[in-house]
């Protein structure tokens, strides 16, 4: 397989500092390995970490509600 463009656009991304050196890193790191097996880890992550986001932000919204209907009380 010819991954020559890929690679280059990942490598350029991984070098360029306006890119988090959290990012930069996983790109470094991913870059070595197997695109496939890196595409599906990353999926997982996403999936995990899209969870976790969706629980902060409805725990968050419910705190507001909260805080809303016991401003109406008053």
Known sequence: ?????????TR????????????????RAA???????VANELQ?????FSDRADRLLEERLRGSVSRLQGDDDK
């Open 44 to 48: 997982v992550l996403a999936d995990m």
């Open 31 to 37: 870059i070595k390995r197997d695109p496939v097996d």
């Open 1 to 9: 397989m010819n991954y020559d463009y890929d690679e280059e656009v």
């Open 12 to 27: 350029a991304a991984a070098d360029d500092q306006s890119t988090s050196k959290f990012t930069r890193d996983i790109i």
